[in-house]
């Protein structure tokens, strides 16, 4: 049977602005796509993307607002230099750079998040399962934190 | 080098006796002839140990964090040491105005390991005169050349003189090809993908976590790591694959645009496990892209601390 591939959406959670796409990334998300809601995109640490790349995701949107619109002022700004050196550095250790996406989303971009995420995976089921860092083996569940 | 270890020994006692500083860090000889150590000299008696060779090992502007601000600090600084000093005084590790760094143009520090594969495991003497090295094993003396023994990120060392020394001590010596780093990043970048990966998997699976290389870098100086925390634990701190592999990728990323290539990191590991390959590659980004070179000068930030709304245009839609 085949599968969707499993994707993973960081979100920061002002650049969705108007409601019924906030709706919809909220509650009618596909099974196969996981989302993160941060208050920003400065907040994404490298180490989630590498975590979501070593749990098993096949590909990664991080879905933005654009400079100046930030609501904190800079966030995005210090989140673009980390993190385009960050996927620069994992396409140099053998991951690839395509199977993360930056969507930067402005105030006109109403019904944007849709396409750009349907487009997306018609892009990564091309490009197959990811093999490279997918590493994380799962333990069983059980206690608090597992 | 017994002459610069005199004129070295000359100056710590100056600076001592004039208070100007209440602690050199420096090296003493220790036990084995090929290892000395870090020290801390706050009297002129303790001054007997000193010792400078090319055998130092360690990065001495490790140890500038573990003091408190107040204290006013001699150091003895090599070319990347005083650019590694001069990152921590960006990051308000210590005020400038505490230290005073001592300065020694560096020909380079010889790797223990490939002396001990050129005679063996057991050297009881050492000594060095320019170009020349000899070790004593087994009772004979074994000449070696300087140039055979560097440790591999100082033959690709570019800037071999001390940046912002208060005293320089020797003449200083030519600045390193800058172009020899590009090299061997551009050596690995032309493998294909799968070949990367499975270099990077080779080399990060090795690891057995003691941290051995988060405890010899300067930049490292978080209370609390990462791979410490464990509510949330961020990543595993065991010896998995992922494990070792995220600590890996997300401990030379820390160090992005902080990094001055000492290669500390790599003579401390216990397991022989190659780590400039990642830091040069960042550092060398951070040159492309931002024109910054880490520990130049003592106020520049290092690029991901210093974003402005010039990046606009990067922003694809």
């Known amino acids: ?146 | 080098m017994p002459e610069l270890t005199t004129e070295l020994r000359k100056n710590i006692e100056q600076l001592l006796t004039d208070q100007v500083v209440d602690v050199v860090i420096a090296f003493k000889k220790a036990d084995a002839p090929l290892r000395p150590q870090p020290a801390f000299f706050r009297n002129l008696e303790e001054l007997e140990d000193l010792e400078y060779n090319g055998l130092c090992q360690n990065n001495l502007a490790n140890y500038l964090t573990r003091y408190p601000h107040d204290t006013k600090i001699g150091i003895v600084v090599r070319g990347c040491e005083s650019r590694s000093v001069n990152a921590l005084i960006v990051e308000k590790q210590h005020p400038r105005e505490n230290l005073y760094m001592i300065g020694i143009p560096c020909q380079g520090i010889l790797d223990i390991r490939k002396i001990i594969k050129k005679t063996g495991e057991d050297v009881t003497g050492y000594s060095e005169d320019g170009d020349q090295v000899s070790v004593v094993y087994e009772g004979k003396e074994v000449n070696l050349q300087r140039s055979d023994l560097l440790h591999d990120s100082c033959l690709r060392c570019a800037h071999p003189n001390p940046v912002n020394a208060d005293v320089l001590l020797g003449e200083p010596l030519p600045d390193g090809d800058p172009t020899i780093v590009r090299l061997a990043i551009e050596e690995f970048e032309a493998l294909d993908r799968d070949e990367r990966y499975a270099w990077f998997q080779k080399e990060a699976e090795r690891c057995i976590r003691c941290y051995a290389c988060r405890e010899a870098c300067p930049m490292c100086y978080c209370t609390e790591c990462f791979v410490d925390h464990a509510t949330p634990r961020w990543t595993e701190s065991d010896i998995s694959q992922a494990g070792t592999q995220a600590w890996h990728i997300i401990r030379a990323f820390h160090q992005a645009g902080r990094c001055t290539s000492c290669g500390a990191c790599e003579r401390a590991c216990p397991m022989d496990i190659k780590m400039t390959y990642l830091t040069d590659k960042l550092n060398n980004d951070m040159l492309e892209v931002y024109q910054f070179e880490t520990g130049m000068d003592d106020n520049t930030q290092p690029p991901f601390a210093s974003f402005n709304l010039d990046d606009k245009n990067r922003f694809v839609i």
């Open chain 1, 1 to 146: 049977m085949e599968t969707r591939p499993k994707i993973a959406l960081f979100q920061c959670k002002w650049c969705l602005y108007s409601q019924p796409d906030q709706n919809w990334v909220d509650n009618d998300l596909p099974s196969s796509m996981y989302l993160v809601k941060l208050p920003c995109t400065g907040r994404i640490n490298p180490l989630y993307i590498l975590n979501a790349a070593q749990g098993g995701a096949d590909g990664i949107v991080i879905s933005g607002c654009l400079p100046e619109k930030c609501h904190y002022k800079e966030g995005n700004l210090s989140a673009l230099r980390q993190h385009e050196e960050f996927l620069n550095f994992l396409d140099y250790i053998g991951y690839e750079r395509s199977r993360v996406r930056f969507v930067w989303l402005d105030l006109q971009d109403r019904g944007r998040i849709q396409k750009e995420l349907a487009d997306f995976e018609a892009e990564i089921a091309k490009l197959g399962k990811a093999k490279v860092l997918a590493t994380r083996t799962n333990v069983s569940p059980g206690g608090q934190y597992a």
